[in-house]
């Protein structure tokens, strides 16, 4: 049972503009919530998290947005930049329990 | 400051054989936690170690064992491997079990394959 679910496999944005990527989670007992970004041939790295007691949580150009009545985050960033390319997967934990990850959407950004 | 480093980088087994993976967790965390991650999906959590004992335990077979040193370093074991078993295996280490507002930070990976 899919717990995290990133439903956008894959998405390309032009450079300069707002890249928005997407997470719906079921468990409603959830209260802390990543963004960890993928480059090939590395682990996970984390990008921003948010705790339930917020609805948004801002760090440069990452912007992470948690709407709780309709189980969905989502991260903005802005502007995109080619470095940006890689995989996001969102996560997200319950208090004293394991952490659930999406399966990731692989962003472009393009020159 | 170091972070979380991993070895071996790569491994070829073959079927039926055992595995011995290890994980040096980041500077000032003590739980770690052990992940695999198949092609193209998220990772999947295995098991976590506290004070050198198992805490919390994934949707994985009793074939999938680990330990934790005194140091906090650990090792994911995996007996009688099965073709199934290829996959990323991701370390991850955090201050304190439970999330506590903390993210837990990734080690670059095993990439296990077996033939």
């Known amino acids: 049972d899919q717990q995290v679910k990133q439903n956008s496999p894959s998405l390309s944005v032009q450079e300069g503009r707002i890249s928005i990527l997407n997470c719906d989670y079921t468990?409603?007992?959830?209260?802390?919530f990543l963004w960890y970004k993928k480059y090939p041939a590395e682990g996970p790295t984390f990008l921003i998290s948010?705790?339930?007691?917020?609805d948004k949580n801002e760090d440069g150009r990452f912007t992470v947005f948690l709407n709780k009545s309709a189980k969905h985050l989502s991260l903005h960033i802005v502007p995109s930049q080619p470095g940006d390319s890689a995989v996001y997967f969102c996560?997200?934990?319950?208090?004293?329990?394991?952490?659930?990850f999406g399966t990731g959407t692989s962003l472009t950004v393009i020159p | 400051d170091a972070g979380v480093t991993q070895s071996p980088t790569h491994l070829i087994k073959t079927r039926g054989q055992q595995v011995t993976l290890r994980c040096s967790p980041k500077?000032?965390?003590?739980?770690v936690s052990w992940y695999q991650q198949a092609l193209g999906q998220g990772p999947q959590f295995i098991f976590q170690?506290?004070?050198?004992?198992?805490?919390q335990r994934g949707n994985f077979p009793d074939r999938f064992s680990g330990h934790q040193f005194p140091n906090y370093s650990s090792e994911l074991n995996v007996n009688a491997l099965l073709l199934g078993d290829s996959a990323l295996y991701l370390c991850a280490s955090s201050p304190g079990t439970g999330h506590q507002d903390q993210p837990q930070h990734f080690g670059d990976g095993t990439r296990l394959s077996i033939l």
């Open positions: 500077s000032g965390h003590d739980t």
């Open positions: 996560a997200a934990s319950a208090p004293g329990n394991q952490f659930y």
């Open positions: 468990n409603s007992m959830f209260d802390y």
């Open positions: 170690y506290y004070e050198e004992e198992e805490r």
């Open positions: 948010i705790s339930s007691i917020k």
